[in-house]
């Protein structure tokens, strides 16, 4: 129980200097490596929970490609921190007023924190023992059928964000030169060489 | 194992989603004009989406294990959405011939809204909620910024795109903390836990973020600042589209929520309403006075046009609910034929949007001249225009839920809000003609022609187009 303890405070530890690090970095690139490490304590976190699919989805997905994807938009992207930093004293009053807001929200709910006594009997699908079924069979005995609407729907949402991206950025340049294997291939001798025969004494006129 | 859900009552999303993906392709591969080729077949598609809600509207069943609802509100509310994204599609046509932008992916995306929005409304879970809502934000965000050459197009696109995701992020935030008290997302088990359960800081506080979250969606004040730009720079015919589908669906869905899991918050969520609704209705009618562009100033009506809906739904009573859902009907109707109007503004081949280009409009093309006058006489709410109805039925039911303030408020912007819409029509009928307008196209002026007697005959004839809401309203409060 003390290890599970202390990797909790470790991870959440880190977690919280690495997403404070995200912030104030003045060079974008370190901002998206500490996102990196953030991530990862934040994997660690959940197989805390028993959620271990859940654990190496994030550092798949997010550290794998998106952070991936991040790094290299950042590098690609001049960015300029002191530019984007240079109105700030004019917006530093107006967000802490919202943030403190929220932090007052925040406290007040988690304060007064309750849960219906009898959520745990109406939940949709409660999570199974893990002794009994991992964790990641258990998400997809429900995943294809209980949620399969959820999950079809999540598939139509990529599409449409997929045809927007195109749509939005695709251009269709004039006077590009592609090779196109398919004329390559399709090319015959008889198109391009014509075989002369050259008379001696003569040359070709 | 598990059965196979029931299909049947999500026939009409299925049928678009397919479609949908059908659109995509005869798009790519048709050589000739695939834009109005698409366009056509998009509004096959919602007609026969159409008529599959109609005939799966037998009784109130729910599916894919209770995420999924039909039921007569449902179904009448698809039908809105369904008219207004063929309304749209259908604008689309002539302009599409006469501007170069379109692309054949605009009616595809738009098919997908749709969707989402058939989702939306008949969402049974705070998840199906998220992703419905989610897949026709995710395709407004690109209608918006479609004419990516320009300026303010890309504008519009941005900005909608990152106050929406916030709106998200406030939907999504508020729904794990209801989440968090109830252990459960579907909208059955959450109106049993919040009515058998005490009052508590947590849910009430995420109540307000899932309220906020659908407030943007409606662009109700103050979650509206988005609106005016979106509806300027977005092409005419989605601006028209957005003014109409994505309201109807996120208001049909704000009714369901609130008279469904959220019932027995009633106290705390009306005074979150009320707010709502009076800034709406207000800023609408202020705010609208000074603008010169007319799509800038249809936002603005629409704005206000959503705060007296709302009405509606504050009263929180079936004639309430009644009242709203006629509201969105003749508001439908009202808003279409206004944009047709506008999609006519042509001068030399090109389109116009200032309002000083109408004028003189009376004397150079009188038939626009007057449909758009019984329009905007509507839209002020002049009595026997159909808009009067709208503005009546839900004033009455706020009368009738002792909401009296409420209903003077409603009155009085509705007159502040006349102002504008008479000034459109003194600036038409009084004003030095200016170049005039070319001939509008025919789809244009049917379109027109269809919305100015709708609006004009609703007082004849106003049973068989309420018969269909008041079976809407009866259904939403039967459980």
Redesign the interface.
């Known amino acids: 129980m003390i290890a599970a303890a202390i990797a909790f405070y470790v991870f959440a530890t880190m977690a919280v200097i690495g997403g404070l690090n995200v912030i104030f970095q003045r060079n974008p690139v370190h901002s998206v490596l500490w996102l990196i490490l953030t991530f990862f304590n934040a994997a660690g976190l959940f197989v805390i929970l028993g959620a271990e699919f859940v654990a190496m989805i994030l550092v798949v997905v997010y550290v794998g490609a998106v952070a991936v994807l991040f790094l290299f938009v950042v590098m690609m992207l001049d960015i300029n921190i002191t530019v984007i930093r240079e109105g700030i004293h004019k917006y530093v009053w107006a967000g802490l007023l919202v943030g403190g807001v929220l932090l007052a ?1 925040l406290v ?3 304060t ?9 009997s ?3 699908a409660p999570t199974p023992d893990p002794n009994v079924i991992t964790n990641t069979e258990a998400l997809g005995n429900i995943l294809y ?6 999950f ?3 598939g ?2 990529l ?3 997929m ?2 991206s ?3 950025t695709y251009r269709t340049r004039t006077g590009v030169r592609k090779q196109v294997i398919a004329d390559q291939v399709a090319r015959r001798p008889s198109d391009t060489l014509e075989m002369v025969k050259v008379e001696s004494g003569k040359g070709l006129q | 194992m598990t059965q196979m859900p029931n299909l049947v009552p999500a026939y009409a999303e299925i049928f678009l989603a397919l479609s949908g993906l059908l659109l995509l392709m005869v798009g790519v591969f048709r050589k000739t004009d695939p834009v109005r080729g698409v366009a056509r077949l998009a509004i096959l598609a919602f007609s026969v989406a159409g008529v599959l809600v109609l005939t799966t509207n037998a009784v109130a069943v729910t599916t894919f294990s209770g995420m999924f609802a039909v039921n007569a509100f449902t179904s009448f509310a698809k039908l809105l959405v369904l008219l207004g994204g063929g309304f749209a599609v259908f604008l689309m046509l002539p302009w599409a011939k006469n501007e170069g932008i379109a692309r054949f992916e605009l009616p595809v995306v738009m098919v997908f809204a749709v969707l989402g929005m058939m989702m939306m409304i008949s969402a049974n879970d705070l998840i199906s909620l998220y992703v419905g809502l989610e897949l026709q934000s995710l395709s407004l965000y690109v209608l918006a910024a479609f004419h990516r050459g320009n300026l303010r197009a890309t504008e519009a696109g941005v900005k909608y795109f990152i106050l929406g995701a916030l709106a998200s992020g406030l939907l999504l935030y508020g729904s794990s903390l209801i989440y968090g008290f109830a252990g459960t997302t579907s909208f059955v088990g959450l109106a049993s836990a919040l009515s058998s359960a005490q009052e508590n800081v947590g849910v009430i506080v995420g109540m307000v973020f899932v309220i906020s979250g659908l407030a943007f969606k409606i662009s109700a004040v103050p979650f509206h600042m988005w609106t005016p730009d979106v509806y300027e720079g977005s092409p005419t015919p989605v601006t028209a589209f957005f003014s109409v589908a994505p309201k109807i669906a996120a208001l049909c869905l704000f009714l369901r929520i609130l008279v469904g899991p959220f019932d027995d918050l009633m106290f705390q969520w009306r005074q979150v309403l009320i707010v709502i609704c009076v800034a709406s209705m207000l800023w609408g009618a202020v705010a609208a006075i000074a603008q010169s562009n007319i799509k800038r100033l249809m936002a603005y009506s629409s704005i206000g046009h959503v705060g007296y809906a709302l009405i509606g739904l504050v009263a929180a009573t079936p004639e309430g609910a009644r009242g709203m859902i006629y509201y969105m009907l003749i508001y439908l109707f009202m808003n279409v034929g206004t944009f047709a109007v506008i999609l006519s503004m042509r001068v030399k081949d090109r389109y116009v949007e200032g309002v000083n280009d109408l004028s003189g409009l009376s004397k150079t093309n009188p038939a626009i001249a007057l449909a758009l006058t019984v329009l905007m006489f509507s839209m002020a709410g002049i009595p026997p225009l159909a808009g009067f109805f709208g503005k009546y039925f839900v004033f009455v039911a706020a009368i009738n839920a002792g909401l009296i303030p409420l209903a003077v408020i409603g009155v009085l912007s509705s007159v502040i809000g006349a102002y504008y819409y008479l000034r459109l029509i003194k600036i038409m009928y009084f004003d030095e003609a200016g170049e005039g307008l070319d001939k509008p196209d025919l789809s244009t002026g049917v379109v027109m022609g269809v919305c100015a007697l709708a609006v004009v005959v609703f007082i004849l004839v106003p049973e068989p187009m309420l018969a269909g809401a008041d079976a809407a309203a009866a259904a939403l409060f039967q459980g």
Do not use: K
């Open positions: 929200e007040t709910v988690f007064s924190w309750v849960m219906f006594d009898d959520a745990a109406l939940s949709t059928t209980d949620y399969v609407y959820l079809q729907a999540a139509i949402i599409l449409v964000a045809i927007g195109i749509v939005l």
